[in-house]
């Protein structure tokens, strides 16, 4: 079936390090599937971190990047260096067509210390 | 833009009562989606709407869950005879449709006690 996995949580990190969290996933109906990152700050609504349509295509955003690799099925969120306000949950996504259904990984806790 | 209204925000019921939650999407926006989510079993996909027909409710429990959209302002999710394991947080959600940006409300926490 269709699926998202992902790096299971809490991560934590202090400030200005680099952070990594992993997503890979499983698409057997999908054709051409789509790749998002969401994320809920503290207090805020689910909100669209970045998106990729295209393999091999980098997404970026506010200082993250993910690269879609159809070949591992793969698509890690990365940043060099994360902030204290980059604490939140993140939620890898596989989107489903041209639908806008979209299919979640549990989410990872992110936690920067200072 | 106020972006995706839903509401009550925090819902308590008693086992075996009824829950409408109510969620207002963006106006203009013709594609709206319903989710749950629950420590468990993370977010999942319950029906969607497009153009105000039901279009995909592949996740929708087969019994006591409804979902409606009367017209293009509003959509509602009806749980007929609360159970406890219907508790979670109700996330409803908006787009233009197609492959844009899915735009999500802050939900409703339903409690079943």
């Known amino acids: 079936g269709d699926s998202v996995t992902q790096t299971e949580g809490p991560v934590t990190v202090s400030e200005s390090e680099s952070l990594i969290i992993n997503c890979t996933y499983s698409?057997?109906?999908?054709?051409?599937?789509?790749l998002f990152w969401y994320v809920r700050y503290p207090g805020e609504g689910l909100q669209l971190l970045l998106k990729?349509?295209?393999?091999?295509q980098k997404g970026s955003s506010r200082g993250f990047e993910a690269t879609y690799n159809k070949e591992t099925t793969s698509f890690h969120l990365q940043k060099a260096s994360v902030q204290e306000s980059d604490s939140a949950v993140y939620y890898c996504?596989?989107?489903?067509?041209?639908?806008?259904?979209?299919?979640f990984g549990l989410g990872t806790t992110l936690q920067v210390q200072p | 833009n106020a972006g995706v209204i839903q509401t009550p925000r925090h819902k308590v019921t008693g086992k075996g009562q009824e829950a409408t939650l109510w969620c207002e999407p963006i106006?203009?926006?013709?594609?709206v989606f319903w989710y749950r989510q629950t420590i468990v079993q993370g977010l999942e996909f319950l029906t969607y709407?497009?153009?105000?027909?039901?279009?995909?409710d592949s996740g929708m429990p087969k019994e006591r869950f409804s979902a409606q959209m009367p017209n293009q302002s509003h959509s509602t999710l009806k749980i007929q005879s609360t159970q406890p394991q219907d508790s979670a947080v109700y996330l409803c959600?908006?787009?233009?449709?197609?492959?844009?940006?899915?735009?999500f409300g802050k939900g409703t926490r339903l409690t079943v006690v």
């Open positions: 959600a908006s787009s233009l449709g197609g492959y844009t940006e899915v735009f």
């Open positions: 698409a057997t109906s999908i054709a051409y599937p789509n």
């Open positions: 990729v349509i295209t393999a091999g």
């Open positions: 996504a596989l989107g489903t067509g041209n639908t806008g259904k979209l299919i």
């Open positions: 106006s203009g926006h013709s594609a």
């Open positions: 709407f497009r153009n105000q027909a039901p279009i995909d």
